[in-house]
């Protein structure tokens, strides 16, 4: 009986996560991706708790299914979207393998990277930007 309590309360907070993923707010465009990236973290994360649940002995065979499922499905997807995939695929396997905390922080932070890399590309820029003028001032 807990055994089904904690795989539901997994393959919830899979669902949720995987859809946090690539979810933009003020923005119904990309649904059809949200609802993709919380399947493949359902998918993976109801994979692995099975598996674990069953034996823990043969977990490396589901990671191993789950990377090949999501390689051979991903193959006509842009690198980007391609990436987003592999993440969710990784955040459902830390969630079915138990580390809920874990598979929050990842989605965090994946999600802080993906949806503020012009900021952050802009912000290294003019870093090194600012390092290349001081070397100039200082040679002459």
Known sequence: ????????????????LGAALYYKPNQYKGNENVLKTS???????????LTSQFSSNNVSFSILAVAIIIISISKELIFID??????????????GAGYIFQASVLCAFVYFIIHNSKNLLEYI?????????????ISN
């Open 39 to 49: 399947l493949i973290c359902l998918l993976s994360a109801s994979i692995l708790a």
């Open 125 to 137: 820029n003019k870093d090194s930007q600012e390092a290349v003028d001081g070397v100039e001032n």
């Open 82 to 95: 391609k990436i987003l995939w592999i993440f969710a695929s990784i955040i459902g396997m830390t969630v």
């Open 1 to 16: 009986m807990f055994g089904l309590i904690s795989f539901c309360f997994k393959i919830l907070f899979a669902s949720i």
